[in-house]
């Protein structure tokens, strides 16, 4: 009997190794394969989806999705959310690590979390990673942000973004958000649609372009001001 339990012990080892050893691998694999396909988008033909609308997919929801190219989005549309999402775009090299050191000193010293994110940073958040927000997710999306601002030009990460953009639930992009609040297509958006569309980003279950609260138009107002005055901003894009 003493030898059975012997014998049995190297078994449940042997099992508790594989299984920690598939664990690992499959936690390698998921951190790896994000930076691969990264590769894998840089072609303008293909258009990534992001986790939100797999997970709509996968649950047999439909969700709406029409994917445009950049230069057929009206450019008052990127000005303004470059100014409201993130207005150093074409000056950073995927994160702002000066607002990103100021998000951490707040955190250290007990105050409330802001914003921080980039445009690199939302896009490899909503390609590849949740919503939640943790340090682990941070910590994810800083060297993903990076390696998307190396190998993707500042057109694709926008075009991208643009496409996978959370505007209402079960709308994503931003020609089906222009077809669903103000029928018509991206290419026609006017200053006010562009900059309500905008403002919309930061919570877009709860903000509605269509029927803007007070706040919230007000913020536009702010937003379509700072489009109109953006020339300098948009240079990587327009050129």
């Known amino acids: ?9 190297p078994k449940k080892r042997g099992l508790l190794y594989r299984l920690v050893r598939l664990v690992f691998l499959l936690a390698l694999f998921l951190i790896i394969a994000p930076y691969l396909l990264v590769l ?13 609308m797999a997970g ?20 008052v549309l990127v000005q303004s959310v470059m100014m409201s999402e993130d207005g150093q775009f074409c000056a950073h090299g995927g994160v702002d690590w000066n607002a990103l050191n100021g998000v951490i000193d707040d955190a250290l010293e007990g105050e409330g979390v802001r914003g921080a994110s980039t445009i690199p940073m939302q896009t490899v958040k909503n390609l590849f990673l949740t919503s939640s927000r943790s340090f682990l997710r941070k910590a994810l999306e800083v060297p993903l942000a ?7 030009t500042k057109r694709r990460t926008m075009e991208i973004y643009l ?3 959370e505007w209402a639930p079960g709308v994503f992009g ?35 372009p269509a029927k803007p609260s007070n706040s919230l138009s007000r913020l536009a107002q ?3 001001k700072r489009a109109s005055q953006s020339g300098a ?4 894009l327009y050129g």
């Open 40 to 52: 894998l988008y840089v072609p303008s033909i293909v258009h990534p989806v992001s986790t939100l």
């Open 56 to 75: 709509e997919t996968i649950v047999g929801r439909a969700y709406e999705r029409q994917w445009v190219d950049f230069d057929d989005i009206a450019p």
């Open 1 to 9: 009997m003493a030898s059975e339990r012997n014998h049995s012990q």
């Open 146 to 152: 990076l390696w998307v601002d190396l190998i993707w």
């Open 163 to 165: 496409n996978i953009a």
């Open 222 to 224: 702010k937003i379509e």
């Open 174 to 208: 931003i020609e089906a958000a222009a077809q669903t609040y103000f029928g018509r297509p991206a290419a026609k958006l006017t200053g006010r649609q562009a900059a309500l569309l905008a403002v919309t980003l930061p919570n877009p279950i709860k903000r509605n």
């Open 233 to 236: 901003y948009i240079k990587c």
